[in-house]
């Protein structure tokens, strides 16, 4: 591992034996960095959203929500976010397109499709990396706070 400083952010660089080094931005410790790294959920149903935010919110983690695409494309910037929460069966456009206009723009970005299960076959497919990863509707509030763990401090 090795850290670099710049500005009031830390980038940590891993490189593992036979992986491509990967790379994260923090906050330096201070009042900044006892945040969780942010959230990006994106789902076209208003109530989900509304429901998530606040539970995610009251244990801890801050996050944006997109109601589509377009919206989650223009909150997006590299190193903003460290988890997406990608609604799988949005009308305007389909949450495994999002996922690779994320990857152009954040590769270390984790991704997690919220999907039912006609849409799972879709979904292996575009597993293509340990930063992409499903939850399946419906599903328990206390299964996503396990997978916003799993992959969030």
């Known amino acids: 591992m090795t850290f670099y400083a710049g500005g009031d952010k830390w980038l940590l660089v891993t490189i593992s034996k036979g992986k491509r080094p990967s790379t994260k931005t923090r906050p330096f410790p201070g009042k900044a960095a006892q ?3 942010m ?7 208003r109530l989900l959203r509304e429901v998530l935010q606040e539970y995610l919110a009251a244990r801890g983690y801050a ?5 589509n695409n377009i919206e989650a494309l223009r909150l997006l910037e590299p190193g903003k976010y460290g988890l997406a929460l990608i609604g799988q069966g949005m009308k305007q456009e389909s949450g495994l397109k ?3 206009e994320i990857r152009k723009l954040d590769r270390d970005m984790v991704c997690v ?3 039912s299960y006609t849409n799972l076959h879709d979904i292996f497919k575009n ?22 763990k799993k992959y969030l401090p």
């Open 113 to 115: 499709i919220m999907t």
């Open 98 to 100: 999002l996922l690779k």
């Open 127 to 148: 597993l293509e990396d340990e930063r992409t990863d499903y939850l399946l509707k419906p599903f328990q509030l206390s299964e996503l706070h396990n997978m916003v």
């Open 63 to 67: 996050l944006d929500a997109a109601e």
């Open 39 to 45: 959230i990006l959920l994106v789902d076209e149903d």
């Open 35 to 37: 945040m969780s790294p």
